[in-house]
């Protein structure tokens, strides 16, 4: 008699394709099976508890299975679980975009939904493209990214992305960009001011060349996630901001993994006064509940599309479930807890709490950089912390960290060599001692042997 998680590990083998997984790695090895979740904590078949050390891949905010977020979706799902938003409207749909124009940067009124950030960020682009060639203007059809950069999966996401190992591969079907380097003070000898006047050096050039060619830019504000937790200096995104408006370039903030909290603010533009053209949000919008995505513009961009029907101004784009209604609800009730539980006001002293923590990391021999900004945490293992030098990516050393931490009750997924630690906003004090605890501890196992 096979035991339910035989049963259940042996049809994942035969039938599921997981994402970002070398799937021969993945099945010579027992595979993890989530059966259920309470608080921050989620609960294997087997009945193992491990903590959400990177909130399922950093969408949670509020925990699992929170009675006031299930609530809402069981009173949504009452009404009606789905209608689409194409020609026609819904409430929790409506109800949200007011409250999203509420708390985001002032001057975004517009709301155009979608179900992840990928897709979100293809409308920004593409919004920004027909927004000049609505108005006339011909020629500006190119976007800047910056190195590194990831804005999801799609092909036109994966255009302005800069990650050679997801997207090299793909470069032949994707349009071209142009490339501004992101201020990296760890890796620039002039450290911070040397990174950021770089950055604002080659923006300023390309900007001063090209901007009649340029569409928009796009950023990760702040920190720049995927690429390994990487942190800007201070000023830079209110120079680059600048600079876009002054050369007639739109500024795309993606702020997919930032926004709803993660990084002290309720979006890492506030923390520079930096009001985008477009905004693009996902993730923790629903509490990490719902696929639920949307793309917000100012009044300018939305007024280069409103025109009579033969103008043909219309923005031709839509996703069969943009604007769920149970994704929504479920939002609008997260959005609610965020208020009533003060969820952005508290991030700072949890902040505090996990840096002092992981102080203890600091001198070991193999930790490199501890990255921080809020509860968005990368630290980067290397092989030498005195010359830098890296860890070969065959050592699969993150890999080998996670699963540790695994072992000893937490979950989390590196970013090659950088260990990621993005608890839920919800997380306790006690909590985050206990999941620094077991971060600390599977380092220096693997690292330092044992
Ligand atoms: C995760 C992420 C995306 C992609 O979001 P998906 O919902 O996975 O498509 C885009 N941009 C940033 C900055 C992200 O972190």
Same mark, same amino acid.
């Given at each position: 008699?096979?035991?339910?998680?035989?049963?259940?590990?042996?049809?994942?083998?035969?039938?599921?394709?997981?994402?970002?997984?070398?799937?021969?790695?993945?099945?010579?090895?027992?595979?993890?099976?989530?059966?259920?979740?309470?608080?921050?904590?989620?609960?294997?078949?087997?009945?193992?508890?491990?903590?959400?050390?990177?909130?399922?891949?950093?969408?949670?905010?509020?925990?699992?299975?929170?009675?006031?977020?299930?609530?809402?979706?069981?009173?949504?799902?009452?009404?009606?679980?789905?209608?689409?938003?194409?020609?026609?409207?819904?409430?929790?749909?409506?109800?949200?975009?007011?409250?999203?124009?509420?708390?985001?940067?002032?001057?975004?009124?517009?709301?155009?939904?979608?179900?992840?950030?990928?897709?979100?960020?293809?409308?920004?682009?593409?919004?920004?493209?027909?927004?000049?060639?609505?108005?006339?203007?011909?020629?500006?059809?190119?976007?800047?990214?910056?190195?590194?950069?990831?804005?999801?999966?799609?092909?036109?996401?994966?255009?302005?992305?800069?990650?050679?190992?997801?997207?090299?591969?793909?470069?032949?079907?994707?349009?071209?960009?142009?490339?501004?380097?992101?201020?990296?003070?760890?890796?620039?000898?002039?450290?911070?001011?040397?990174?950021?006047?770089?950055?604002?050096?080659?923006?300023?050039?390309?900007?001063?060349?090209?901007?009649?060619?340029?569409?928009?830019?796009?950023?990760?504000?702040?920190?720049?996630?995927?690429?390994?937790?990487?942190?800007?200096?201070?000023?830079?995104?209110?120079?680059?901001?600048?600079?876009?408006?002054?050369?007639?370039?739109?500024?795309?903030?993606?702020?997919?993994?930032?926004?709803?909290?993660?990084?002290?603010?309720?979006?890492?533009?506030?923390?520079?006064?930096?009001?985008?053209?477009?905004?693009?949000?996902?993730?923790?919008?629903?509490?990490?509940?719902?696929?639920?995505?949307?793309?917000?513009?100012?009044?300018?961009?939305? /007024?280069?599309?409103?025109?009579?029907?033969?103008?043909?101004?219309?923005?031709?784009?839509?996703?069969?479930?943009?604007?769920?209604?149970?994704?929504?609800?479920?939002?609008?009730?997260?959005?609610?807890?965020?208020?009533?539980?003060?969820?952005?006001? /508290?991030?700072?002293?949890?902040?505090?709490?996990?840096?002092?923590?992981?102080?203890?990391?600091?001198?070991?021999?193999?930790?490199?950089?501890?990255?921080?900004?809020?509860?968005?945490?990368?630290?980067?293992?290397?092989?030498?912390?005195?010359?830098?030098?890296?860890?070969?990516?065959?050592?699969?050393?993150?890999?080998?960290?996670?699963?540790?931490?695994?072992?000893?009750?937490?979950?989390? /997924?590196?970013?090659?060599?950088?260990?990621?630690?993005?608890?839920?906003?919800?997380?306790?004090?006690?909590?985050?001692?206990?999941?620094?605890?077991?971060?600390?501890?599977?380092?220096?196992?693997?690292?330092?042997?044992?």
């Amino acid at each position: 008699m096979l035991t339910d998680y035989e049963r259940l590990a042996a049809m994942n083998k035969d039938h599921l394709w997981h994402p970002f997984t070398q799937m021969k790695d993945y099945n010579n090895s027992d595979p993890l099976i989530i059966e259920r979740g309470e608080g921050i904590m989620l609960y294997d078949v087997q009945g193992r508890a491990y903590y959400d050390g990177f909130s399922s891949v950093w969408l949670n905010v509020h925990g699992h299975n929170v009675p006031e977020l299930n609530q809402a979706i069981t009173e949504q799902l009452g009404r009606v679980a789905h209608s689409t938003l194409l020609g026609m409207a819904n409430v929790p749909a409506i109800e949200l975009a007011e409250k999203l124009v509420g708390i985001t940067p002032k001057g975004l009124n517009k709301v155009f939904y979608s179900d992840s950030g990928a897709t979100g960020v293809e409308i920004a682009i593409k919004m920004a493209y027909q927004h000049w060639h609505n108005q006339g203007v011909r020629g500006k059809t190119k976007f800047i990214t910056m190195n590194q950069a990831y804005h999801g999966d799609t092909i036109g996401a994966v255009s302005v992305g800069a990650i050679p190992l997801y997207h090299d591969l793909f470069r032949p079907m994707l349009f071209p960009t142009y490339v501004v380097p992101y201020p990296y003070a760890y890796r620039h000898e002039g450290g911070e001011t040397g990174a950021m006047k770089a950055t604002l050096t080659a923006l300023r050039n390309l900007l001063e060349t090209c901007a009649d060619e340029i569409a928009a830019l796009i950023i990760e504000p702040i920190v720049q996630g995927a690429s390994g937790i990487i942190v800007m200096p201070p000023g830079c995104l209110r120079e680059m901001a600048v600079l876009c408006r002054k050369h007639g370039v739109l500024l795309i903030a993606d702020e997919v993994a930032t926004g709803f909290g993660r990084t002290g603010v309720m979006f890492a533009c506030d923390l520079e006064d930096v009001s985008p053209d477009l905004m693009v949000v996902g993730k923790g919008l629903t509490g990490g509940y719902l696929p639920v995505a949307a793309t917000l513009a100012t009044d300018e961009v939305y /007024r280069s599309f409103y025109a009579d029907y033969q103008e043909q101004k219309t923005f031709f784009h839509g996703h069969s479930y943009t604007g769920n209604p149970l994704g929504c609800a479920v939002a609008l009730a997260s959005l609610k807890l965020f208020e009533e539980r003060n969820m952005v006001e /508290r991030v700072s002293a949890k902040a505090s709490f996990v840096e002092s923590k992981l102080a203890v990391l600091k001198e070991r021999p193999h930790v490199g950089e501890i990255r921080q900004k809020g509860l968005m945490i990368g630290i980067e293992l290397v092989r030498d912390k005195v010359s830098r030098e890296p860890y070969d990516w065959s050592e699969r050393i993150g890999v080998r960290t996670s699963l540790r931490a695994r072992e000893l009750g937490m979950l989390t /997924r590196p970013l090659g060599n950088v260990i990621v630690f993005i608890p839920p906003l919800a997380s306790s004090e006690a909590e985050l001692d206990a999941m620094t605890d077991i971060l600390a501890e599977s380092i220096l196992h693997v690292t330092e042997g044992g």
